[in-house]
């Protein structure tokens, strides 16, 4: 079993970001354990846990998880080891941004149990940083990196953003070189899109801000792939990249369509054909829990060709592949020569080159 905790508190929204937070100064982390941990005991009488008694992965994303006390991230976790067992080597990822990172915060995040940190980077260039809103300084992420190495916790992940404007004139070469100098255990780089009610997509509307193109977009993309290639690492998913074997293995096991449950505002679950998805707003979530009312805002049951197409998906976006018999021999045939696709070992899988196509790959077989 793979459990996802949504932190939704952020001192403030970044310029690209639509993700369900609650920006706040004062972090209410008591409290948002406490309601977490009353929706986790909602979900112990669950049948899947027949199947898939204890907890491999258990992440905290967000928001900026690193802004909720620790103490908070350490009941959280006590909780869910105490009712499930967690197996020996769990994957305890919480995310956070470099200027949240203390000796203190590190100290008490690794006693607590959490042995990777994902850390948002974005960018090392000022102007960037500004852009984007971030609340931290290019100084910040070194110094972070530091001292989450210094404080023990094993495994670090750098995220990144690629595919900005133009007009910000960025160095994208320049930026995986100084993240590349961190020698980080993962990397995870994201096309910047431009997404409904956020400041970017206002620049945008008034023309104050022209999205990357789409050559500027694969180039930068294909840049990545080289460059971090050329330094050991695996390009094992879309937008993800280890070494020395290392994965992600909390996002793998959704790409491995393996059973999950999301706790906490905005947050999916997911087994077998079942899906769920909570309130999205915190003052929704926060109110219904109180109620005693379920903070479930929708479910579904997939169906044979949502299922199908969610394999497709899901198998052709990492390197493990799809089962050749699942993409028609033409079609794959068709991929292999444009060089969007290999087979080998039973398997279709994409290049990077395909992934830059990804959808539209999908989308010609999925009919
Ligand atoms: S810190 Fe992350 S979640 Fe919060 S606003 Fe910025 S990008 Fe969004």
């Known amino acids: 079993m793979h459990v996802y905790i949504h932190v939704p508190f952020c001192a403030r929204r970044c310029s690209y970001c639509d ?53 908070a991230v350490a009941r959280i976790i006590e909780q869910v080891w105490s009712d499930r067992g967690m197996e020996r080597g769990a994957e305890i990822t919480l995310e956070a941004n470099p200027d949240d990172v203390t000796a203190a915060a590190v100290e008490a995040w690794r006693a607590a149990g959490v042995n990777r940190v994902s850390l948002g980077a974005q960018s ?16 910040q992420i070194g110094k972070a990196v530091e001292l989450i190495r210094g404080g023990g916790i094993q495994e670090l992940s750098l995220d990144l953003i690629f595919g900005l404007p133009g007009l910000l004139d960025r160095d994208w070469a320049a930026d995986l070189a100084l993240a590349l100098a961190l020698e980080p255990d993962h990397l995870s780089l994201y096309g910047l899109t431009i997404e409904a009610r956020t400041p970017l997509a206002r620049w945008a509307a008034r023309g104050a801000v022209t999205p990357v193109d789409d050559d500027r977009y694969a180039a ?39 059973p999950y449950i999301g ?4 947050a999916h679950s997911a087994m077998d054909d079942e899906r769920r998805w909570n309130q999205r707003e915190w003052a929704v979530y926060e109110r219904r829990l109180e109620e005693g ?49 290999t087979v080998s070992g039973g398997k279709v899988r994409l290049t990077p080159e395909g992934w830059l196509r990804l959808d539209a790959l999908v989308a010609s077989v999925s009919g």
């Open 263 to 266: 706790l906490g505002p905005s």
């Open 124 to 139: 090392f260039a000022p102007a960037v940083l500004r852009w984007m809103h971030r609340t931290h300084d290019a100084g």
């Open 220 to 258: 930068e993309f294909l840049i990545a792939h080289q460059a971090l290639g050329d330094k050991g690492y695996e390009h094992y998913e879309v937008s993800n990249y280890g070494r020395g074997g290392r994965r992600a293995r909390h996002n793998s096991a959704y790409w491995r369509r393996a």
């Open 19 to 71: 993700f369900a937070i609650a920006v706040r100064r004062d972090v209410p982390s008591d409290r948002f354990a406490e309601l977490v941990l009353r929706e986790w005991a909602g979900w112990q009488p669950h049948p899947v846990w027949k199947r898939s008694p204890r907890v491999d992965t258990l992440y905290f994303g967000g928001g900026t998880p690193s802004r909720l006390a620790p103490e």
């Open 293 to 341: 009312a379920p903070v479930v805002e929708g479910e579904e049951r997939l169906g044979p060709q949502e299922i199908r197409l969610e394999e497709l998906y899901l198998g052709l976006r990492t390197t493990d592949g799809l089962p050749a018999e699942r993409v028609p021999a033409d079609t794959s045939g068709r991929w292999i020569e444009s060089g969007w696709a």
